[in-house]
């Protein structure tokens, strides 16, 4: 199996930008598709992000389309999230998640890896 640790939450101002990063360890990351998720205060996790395990292929959430950015690099065993334009509404615990397969899902359920999480805050 394979274990996800994020890292690069932190607070910023409306407008900022941040960038996220999902180490993976463990079994190899490239048979992996990867997706980010998060998580705001008394709502349910949902789905941001997406990438095919070979990086081609990417999708995102309505919501952040054309904010965010997902990538990552099979050599690093590396996945990330840039996100610029932030908005308060992104305020949130975000969380990496992998499951062996070419092709990403933007379902939780589809998921059965995932990290401890970030707290990534935005303010007004």
């Known amino acids: 199996q394979v274990q996800l640790v994020e890292s690069g939450g932190g607070l910023v101002q409306t407008g900022g930008s941040l960038r996220l990063s999902c180490a993976a360890s463990?079994?190899?990351?490239?048979?992996?598709?990867t997706g980010w998720f998060r998580q705001a205060p008394g709502k349910e996790r949902e789905f941001v992000a997406g990438i095919a395990r070979g990086g081609a292929i990417t999708y995102y959430a309505d919501s952040v389309k054309g904010r965010f950015t997902i990538s990552r690099d099979n050599a690093k065993n590396t996945m990330y999230l840039q996100m610029n334009m932030l908005k308060p509404d992104d305020t949130a615990v975000y969380y990496c998640?992998?499951?062996?397969?070419?092709?990403?899902?933007?379902?939780?359920?589809?998921?059965?890896?995932w990290g401890q999480g970030t707290q990534v805050t935005v303010s007004s």
């Open positions: 463990g079994r190899t990351f490239s048979s992996y598709a």
């Open positions: 998640a992998a499951r062996l397969g070419t092709v990403y899902a933007t379902s939780v359920n589809d998921y059965p890896y």
